[in-house]
């Protein structure tokens, strides 16, 4: 067997245990699994991985880096050209990469402030203005939940002016929240909070659905409170990153 088939044998595994948990949280939440998507979170992960993911069909990766992800994507395409990969932003983004990032971002999970709302829209528009993206880019704001400014995130407070700036633009769609449970926070306390802040939110934004919470460590929590998006790293694809051969 050569490297790159124990590794597809690895990540298939991994893949199917990840899922089981999945529909083991969704079963004692009484939800359904398919309320619940899978992100593989492949940040400092080679590109052949995201490959073998596709190959036994997972098309959904979260990157932390708006250039390692640029990158990627390009290599993906020469792998597998003509993938359908999603392409999701999770990491903090600095408005002077958001022209980058409008190319090819399928959405955005990071949005906490007016001005990177307008940075991004302004992006978008011209994206869409030159073929390099055929409509909007979908957005989550990101809820900080411990109020800590070197986490990322906007104060549950700001919330309501942040999605009503998103859905004042053009270039935008507002679909939802994203957070982060703190550390040394109860996650169960922390994703009732944000369950709260959607409920919320919803109100004023009812298409706005998609609530990305949950990690390797604390999914399952983030599954009871209604976490419609769960972001999987180590699960997936081990403690370092790996390389195919």
């Not at 995201?50 to 290599?75: S, Y």
């Not at 990469?97 to 090819?104: E, L, Y």
């Not at 934004?205 to 180590?234: L, Q, W």
Request: some cysteine.
């Amino acid at each position: 067997m050569t490297g790159l088939e124990r590794r597809r044998e690895r990540l298939s595994e991994a893949l199917a245990s990840v899922r089981e948990r999945i529909a083991k949280a969704c079963e004692a939440a009484g939800r359904h699994p398919d309320e619940v998507e899978l992100m593989a979170v492949t940040k400092t992960r080679p590109a052949t991985d995201l490959a073998l993911l596709l190959d036994l069909g997972h098309d959904m990766f979260g990157e932390n880096r708006p250039q390692e992800a640029a990158a990627k994507v390009a290599e993906l395409s020469e792998l597998r050209p003509g993938n359908a990969a999603r392409w999701h932003l999770v990491g903090r983004l600095q408005r002077n990469k958001a022209r980058s990032v409008a190319r090819w971002a399928t959405r955005v999970e990071s949005v906490d402030s007016v001005r990177l709302v307008d940075a991004l829209d302004d992006a978008v528009r011209r994206a869409i203005d030159a073929g390099e993206r055929p409509g909007p880019l979908p957005v989550l704001l990101q809820v900080s939940l411990d109020g800590d400014p070197e986490r990322g995130g906007a104060p549950l407070g700001e919330l309501p002016a942040l999605a009503d700036r998103v859905a004042e633009t053009e270039g935008l769609e507002l679909h939802g929240l994203m957070a982060v449970a703190p550390l040394g926070v109860d996650p169960d306390q922390a994703f009732a909070d944000l369950a709260e802040a959607q409920y919320r939110m919803g109100i004023y934004h009812p298409r706005a659905r998609v609530t990305s919470a949950g990690m390797t460590a604390d999914f399952e929590a983030a599954i009871r409170h209604g976490s419609t998006c769960v972001r999987v790293g180590t699960a997936l694809l081990g403690d370092r990153p790996l390389t195919s051969s």
